[in-house]
RNA sequence: GUGGGCGUAGCUCAGUCGGUUAGAGCGCCAGGUUGUGGCCCUGGAGGUCGUGGGUUCGAUCCCCAUCGCUCACCCCA
């Protein structure tokens, strides 16, 4: 073997892609029932639209290409792939002001980032979004929250818990706890962030490392170490905080409540204080959605940004989003047990019996295909036999048979491949059998 | 960027305590039917044992390097 797919990245052949497909139809049509309206972005930006936007981490991840031409300066980049779709989205609205708001835009494409792959990570990966432009409301971010649950339902999804969370809530923490930075604020969120993985005592000491107090957090912490409901989080929260936290609090209530009203259950929304998300950007509630199998990573995740539209432009414009990784869906689709595997494309195969029927054989592919009916003609010098089992392997609803005297006669002889059944019958009989069976 | 595991047929994997022609199952192709597919029988194609070097009389096996894959850390969909 020499010759290998760049790390990170794979080839969909024909039975993933109608998963992938399948997938994508089920999640678009979700998000077209609450309003949402198509977008596509380039490939690439412009890499001072990318920079800075994601974090000091995320900026190393970025796939950047090297500006061409003689003014080019050695290892210079003027542009990247696109890192995620919020950016590239609220560069489209900070360039088109007359847009009608609120703006409620889909987007399904890929991303890229230069990450080691590993499990249920890649290099180049699908994602799915939705988000709302315009609007400061709480119904907004609740129906990031709906669409993506209602998507995650449509998919056929049952266990997963959406951990929600406000940004504000965790400024507040880390002023507590002694940030007096909006960078050190970050270095609080990042430590935070790892409870559900190394476990309260273990961000207790990196929180140390990185110079901040937690004991001065005092009763808040063991709430946070070991939440009691969602309400009464929420309360204690609202008992000792102030300022921005207090908005977070509020707001939190807010949109939970409004969520469940859009249909959300509500034994799957938990309100999670540890929860921070990755990018910079996030100004107020935050949402992640995690499946069944935690190795997999979190299948969809969103907040709130309301700044990053006026970094870009100047314009303010309040923002929320939500994005489902593909990849991810998909990867917990097929280890289910009914995953089932997907059959032909067409529902019909024409059998090629010699040169002399094979245009009886084509004008009777174009007849069926005329009725609506996925039509394949058979192409390929394989004798009857090996046509048969290949329509046979591949599961073909039916098979015509059309050879010398079928193309003689005018008719056509129409196999069952379930029941085997065998009627030669004539060509519009046999598209009215077939086109009839399909509905 | 850091660390671990693994590279033998298209796929899943045996195997060789270093020894002559490297195996199985599945898949693929052909024949058993002249125009009829699930099963069965027979036969066949397909491997530089990832690559390069070292040790050795001899390496797929041991050592080193390298490439690739994979898992974890970091971070994240």
């Known amino acids: 073997m020499s010759v290998f797919l760049p790390k990170g990245t794979r080839d969909f052949l024909p039975e993933q892609m109608q998963v992938r497909l399948r997938a994508i139809d089920t999640i678009r049509a979700v998000f077209e029932s609450f309003g949402f309206e198509p977008l596509e972005t380039p490939a690439f930006e412009r890499i001072e639209t990318l920079s800075g936007k994601y974090g000091e981490e995320a900026d190393k991840l970025m796939f950047r290409i090297h500006k061409r031409g003689r003014s080019a300066k050695p290892g210079e980049c003027d542009l990247g792939l696109r890192y995620d779709l919020t950016v590239p989205l609220a560069r489209?609205?900070?360039m088109n002001a007359d847009l009608r708001l609120p703006f409620k835009r889909w987007q399904i494409q890929p991303v890229w980032r230069a990450e080691r792959p590993q499990k249920g990570r890649f290099r180049e990966f699908w994602q799915c979004d939705v988000d709302i432009a315009g609007s400061r409301s709480p119904l907004a971010d609740a129906e990031c929250i709906a669409v993506a649950d209602a998507a995650l339902r449509a998919l056929g999804f049952e266990d997963y818990t959406i951990r929600v969370n406000d940004r504000r809530i965790l400024t507040e923490l880390a002023r507590e706890a002694g940030a007096s930075s909006l960078q050190e604020e970050l270095s609080f969120l990042i430590a935070l962030d790892k409870l559900d993985k190394i476990g309260l005592e273990g961000v207790e000491r990196e929180l140390v490392e990185r110079g901040f107090e937690p004991d001065k957090l005092g009763t808040l912490w063991s709430a946070i170490a070991a939440p009691p409901t969602t309400?009464?989080?929420?309360?204690?929260?609202?008992d000792v905080l102030s300022g921005v936290g207090l908005e977070g609090v509020d707001t939190l209530r807010t949109v939970i409540a409004a969520a469940e009203a859009m249909g959300v259950d509500p034994s799957r929304v938990r309100f999670d204080p540890s929860l921070a998300r990755g990018a910079d950007y996030y100004t107020g509630p935050v949402?992640?959605?995690?499946?069944d199998d935690p190795s997999v990573g979190s299948v969809a995740g969103g907040g709130r940004y309301d700044g990053l539209v006026g970094?870009?432009?100047?314009?303010?414009?309040?923002?929320?989003?939500?994005?489902?990784?593909?990849?991810?869906l998909i990867t917990l689709l097929e280890a289910r047990e009914d995953a089932g595997s997907m059959g032909p494309v067409a529902d019909l195969l024409i059998t090629v019996f010699d040169d002399g029927s094979a245009p009886a054989a084509s004008r009777a592919a174009t007849a069926f295909r005329a009725a609506g009916v996925k039509t394949e003609l058979y192409i390929g010098d394989g004798r009857l036999k090996a046509q048969l089992k290949h329509a046979d392997r591949r599961g073909y609803a039916w098979i015509a048979l059309i050879g010398p005297d079928e193309a003689s006669a005018g008719t056509v002889t129409l196999k069952n491949r379930r029941t085997w059944e065998n009627t030669t019958l004539d060509l519009q009989a046999a598209v009215n059998k077939v086109s009839a069976d399909r509905r």
């Open 311 to 328: 970094r870009l432009s100047g314009r303010e414009l309040p923002a929320v989003g939500v994005s489902l990784g593909l990849e991810r």
């Open 231 to 238: 309400e009464a989080l929420l309360q204690t929260l609202q």
């Open 92 to 94: 489209v609205l900070a």
């Open 287 to 291: 949402f992640e959605v995690a499946g």
